[in-house]
Nanobody
């Protein structure tokens, strides 16, 4: 069983920055593929980024050039650095973990990001 706890959400003005964190416990962190998703009420959950076991990342087109994802294996934490935030980035951001070579998948409870003036 993997437990995930997101933090770092909040209210920010357009053009501002936020860094989200997701701390994982309950499983060796080195075998977890980590992802961030976001969801707006009434819409499907949207993939934002994947951070591989080796630390490689890929980003959704909507995030490229503005968001940076990373992982710190020593702290068992992944990060999502979000710059140049737009009102359309407003959503609940969820952390997701999948154990390598399995279908075992886990979700955090989410953290609200609101971009508004």
């Amino acid at each position: 069983q993997v437990q995930l706890a997101e933090s770092g959400g909040g209210l920010v003005q357009p053009g501002g920055s936020l860094t989200l964190s997701c701390a994982a416990s309950g499983s060796p962190f080195s075998i977890l593929i980590m992802r961030w998703y976001r969801q707006v009420p009434g819409k499907e959950r949207e993939w934002v980024t994947t951070i591989t076991v080796g630390g490689d990342t890929n980003l959704a087109d909507s995030a490229k050039g503005r968001f940076t994802a990373s992982r710190d294996n020593a702290k068992r934490t992944v990060y999502l650095q979000m710059n140049s935030l737009k009102p359309e980035d407003t959503a609940v951001y969820y952390c997701n973990a999948r154990i390598v070579n399995t279908r075992s998948e886990y979700w955090g409870g989410g953290t609200q990001v609101t971009v508004s003036s």
